[in-house]
């Protein structure tokens, strides 16, 4: 993935932001979908965040994916190397700030509708895997790492698990080193 940082927002962006003032409507949600981004219309636009249009020249492709973390850091999709997503970022963070996920997808010349979903991004340590699935159920627990069964230990996804009660499932996905986007669910 690539990594950039962003210019920090001047006071007067950030009141605009917060006013709404130049903020598209995704008035075409459908064209998201031509290109393989699912817009959840099937169960109802609240399966996303944000959902917004942005005028963003110079950048290649039809789709693009990245996560914007704490601190204006984004992590762009290793098919889009070290592309500028600082208009489409910007355009998501007048409704949504960071940690977030989006996905973006042309809709004509140089307009994207990006659509984004808050995550849960925690710091921590595991080598050589990119996800990690942890089950925990009355005396029963199950570690999996990238699909397969581990005899090994996640302290730290224990610790997310035990947060939401005894039993839980916890999935940990890879966003880049050390960083991890975590979702727990109470059992």
Known sequence: ??????????????????????RIQLDRPNVLETVGVPTGRAVGQADWDASVTVNAPGLAGETIEFTTLEGGDVLVGE????????????????????PYRARAARQSGDLWAVLANRIDVHRFS?????????????SWQELRVDGEPSMGRAPDLERLGERAGADFFVKAERLDSDLWEVRVTAL
């Not at 993935?1 to 950030?14: A, P, V």
């Open 79 to 98: 098919e889009q190397d070290d592309a500028d997503v600082s208009a489409l970022a910007d355009a998501v963070e007048k409704e949504l700030g960071p």
């Open 1 to 22: 993935m690539g990594l950039f940082r962003r210019k920090r927002e001047t006071h007067e962006e950030q009141l605009l932001r917060e006013a709404g003032i130049g």
């Open 126 to 138: 595991f080598p050589r895997a990119d996800t990690l699935e942890l089950s925990r159920k009355d």
